[in-house]
């Protein structure tokens, strides 16, 4: 076995000693048992717990020209986290399998590391990482499960807007969007293949689209401030406001009516560009909304249409289905 | 887009239509908050929550000319199952990461949903898929995350061993790693490649060993009983009694001695075939062990090695590493 002696692969060391370098890098665990037994122990003090599952998948959801294993591990648990923030709850701890090539270098699996690591630090204080696993792909695979706590809140779930709701959303929407057109139209070769991001090439306002598709930055505190103030309904945006906006007039039985006025200046990319993972949320009419929150529309009785915007239903592709849009020729 | 009319692969479907056709095969939730919405909210009893993760990746995990749909969803489940007995704990929830190639018949994804409840049923009755992810990957990959309640017991963790507790096992061992050697023996062709399996050619022990690979069945009902019975450390057996032994061991600060004449008539396939995810426990040593467990060693003082078998130190091969053992040329 020879070792690649700076940065060897996986493939050149045991699973023990990779799972040593990524545990060195993620902070010490307050659960009642930790990483490193068959499974984790965790507090789960109001008696529930608030579950979900994500996948990032390399091709389909990231190309490695572009992320960094910094910004992989950032949007696996970012991603994650929005979700446990949509049912208005607290994030509480993440389990992470990862599957690898045994090409993978171990400065990408440390780095990735150490993105799950300032995700959790930047988007949920307290969150940590608790348990995972490690296999071996040919096909680099993240899938996160992340853990959250309601704090004895009823959870808000897609199916409570009510007709007279105001529909609001928190974080960006359209942005991640843009900077995967900002990706895919400057950083591939004449074949079509990513190539590394030159960030000093890009204007201020595509290095921040870039970033927010590379490591998206979602307004996961929001999520139990929205569920404090009563929201009626809850979800994140990640497949695009008016497919994830029909989802949830589906689920309530209503009509969510957009304005477009209130999505500004590219209207086409905040309805259709999912990976922002804003809070789209309905509150009752009065009070305001909460801050961090702003009014995009009203909800109003079922109709024929799920969604309108501006009052007429909306035309052309509405948002991302990956069974639908993947293709691995022309990716 | 032209669909196969009867078994359309899942590149024709919508996501929305797979994820139907797969709740469809799967049992109502009892879940205050079940699949469908952003997250699951599930009970956690006695405040805390048992938590894992596992993936079964085409390839190094399984083959598709062998696993059969069903087949691989039975194991996905089964082998997280068993790392949540291995804590003491009764599975209440499973969440499904599901990555699959375009290609995949649908057919096949319903087999998957099918095996995953039949696993359920048959090892931890009352658990149930609560939520998951449908994603695209070149690599078939399969991520199972376990939920487990402990019901006021304290876990079982791998550190608790003592010296002049006895070792004791639930469940095979060796039986899956026979039956792999019987696949790749007698069911791959002139280059390597995996062949379907005919059963009919089979023994029936050799029938037996298959089927423990290909769907293992773990003792996941006599974690609870090993932890109510005293058990002072458990682990489930996934990479073979010495490899998982020895973790145990140094976990503990002990030496386990084994005595071969307890492991059946395949030693040696017993020392280092791990698939059958049995239970290995310590337990002190008056009373006897639970039934369901036997009695395979003693737990003596840390010594130079964390293992013996039969007094002496063992000798070759000790267990699987993915990242050690696995080569994508040779399989």
Redesign the interface.
């Known amino acids: 076995m020879v070792e690649s002696r700076d940065d060897p692969t ?2 050149e ?4 000693a ?1 799972l040593a370098r990524i545990l060195e890098r993620l902070p010490g665990s307050s659960a ?2 930790g990483p ?20 990032l ?5 990231f190309r490695l020209a572009w992320s960094s294993g910094f910004d992989l591990g950032f949007k696996a648990a970012a991603v994650n986290l929005a ?2 923030a ?2 208005g ?1 607290t994030p509480t ?1 993440l ?3 990862l ?1 690898m090539p ?1 090409s993978t270098r171990l400065s990408f699996v440390t780095a990735l590391a150490e993105g799950l690591r300032s995700a959790c630090e930047e988007l949920a204080p307290g969150c940590a990482v ?10 680099l ?1 993240v ?1 996160v ?4 706590a ?1 704090a004895g809140r009823p ?1 808000v ?2 199916s409570g807007a009510r007709p007279g709701d105001v529909v609001a959303v928190a974080g960006t929407l359209g942005r991640a969007d843009r900077g995967l057109r900002v990706l895919f139209e400057r950083f591939t070769d004449a074949a079509g293949a990513p190539v590394p991001v030159d960030e000093r090439s890009l204007s201020e306002a595509e290095r921040d689209d870039v970033r927010a598709q590379l490591r998206p930055s979602p307004p996961v505190a929001l999520g139990p401030v929205a569920a404090d103030a009563g929201a009626t309904a ?3 945006v990640s497949d695009g406001l008016l497919l994830d906006a029909s989802r949830l007039a589906t ?1 309530s039985g209503v009509t969510l009516s957009l304005d477009s006025t209130a999505l500004g200046h590219d209207v086409a990319a905040a309805l259709t560009g999912g990976e922002d993972h804003a809070l789209l949320a309905t509150f009752p009419a009065a009070p305001a909304v909460p801050p961090g929150f702003h009014r995009v529309g009203a909800v109003l009785p079922p109709s024929e249409h799920a969604v309108l915007v501006d009052g007429a239903p909306p035309t052309g592709r509405s948002g991302w ?4 849009d ?1 293709d ?1 020729r022309t990716g």
Chains 1, 2 share one sequence.
């Open positions: 996986v493939g060391l045991s699973e023990g990779i009642e048992v490193g037994d068959d499974a984790a122990v965790l507090a789960a003090a109001d008696g529930r717990i608030v579950a979900s599952v994500d996948t998948v390399h091709g389909p959801d979700d446990i949509a049912m709850a701890a389990l992470v399998a599957a045994d608790e348990g995972g696993d490690l296999t071996v792909s040919d096909t695979t899938a499960t992340a853990l959250g309601l959870p779930r897609r809850m979800m994140d689920a289905d990956p069974y639908r993947w691995a």
